[in-house]
């Protein structure tokens, strides 16, 4: 970097930077060199979400992720793989929960008006997505590895739509869902990946 140079940039607005958005309650911004050219190991997603709303299982394969919370509530899980079990850790203003680098995780709002930083000690926030894994592996692939019918597994993944980034989708009908409200906000309880949010044709950030 040529910090003489009149191109260097050392300040830059986020808010002029939107990953993805879902609505005007939940949607991402992003900072990364691409935005700021000085930066060199930090890159950061400004997330803001409604209560219920879930930042998709996703892991960054080359990066740790710091989630701080400024408001609202949010649950962040991570699955811990050497315990072989989902971790959730409930965040509320002024905490932070720490996801070390290519591990599987999601964050949940549990309040509306949440929003979360996630800093990277990269310079993009590099991202693999869960939606992205399970739409775009082969279907044969997936039923051979697994013995599922290939049928079946077409129909079950069939309403997810690469990239997803925040579910559930605006029109989903939580009472034709078989998971309560209240046991979907319970942190103890895992129940896969019930919701998926049909976004529009966004790019995933890689």
């Not at 992003?30 to 709303?53: H, K, M, R, W, Y």
């Not at 069939?158 to 997803?164: A, L």
Request: glycine share 4%.
């Amino acid at each position: 970097m040529d910090y003489a140079s009149p191109s260097t940039q050392f300040t830059f607005d986020v808010t002029k930077s939107t990953l993805v958005k879902k609505d005007n309650l939940n949607y991402i911004n992003v900072l990364g060199i691409s935005q700021l050219n000085t930066l060199e190991n930090t890159s950061l997603l400004d997330i803001f979400l409604s209560a219920n709303n879930i930042i998709e299982p996703h892991y960054h394969q080359k990066a740790a992720e710091l989630v701080y919370c400024i408001s609202g509530a949010a649950t962040v899980s991570i699955l811990n793989p050497y315990t072989k079990l989902i971790q959730n850790y409930p965040i509320t203003p002024g905490q932070v929960a720490n996801v070390p680098q290519g591990w599987w995780h999601y964050e949940v709002a549990t309040m509306d008006q949440t929003h979360l930083l996630a800093i990277f000690n990269a310079p993009t926030p590099e991202v693999i997505l869960g939606s992205d894994i399970l739409k775009l592996t082969p279907a044969d692939i997936m039923a051979h590895t697994y013995s599922i019918d290939e049928n079946q597994w077409n129909k079950t993944v069939s309403p997810v739509q690469p990239s997803t980034f925040i579910g559930p989708p605006v029109t989903y009908n939580r009472n034709g869902n078989n998971h309560s409200h209240q046991s979907w906000h319970d942190p103890n309880q895992w129940y896969g990946i019930p919701y998926y949010y049909q976004n529009p044709s966004v790019l995933p950030y890689y």
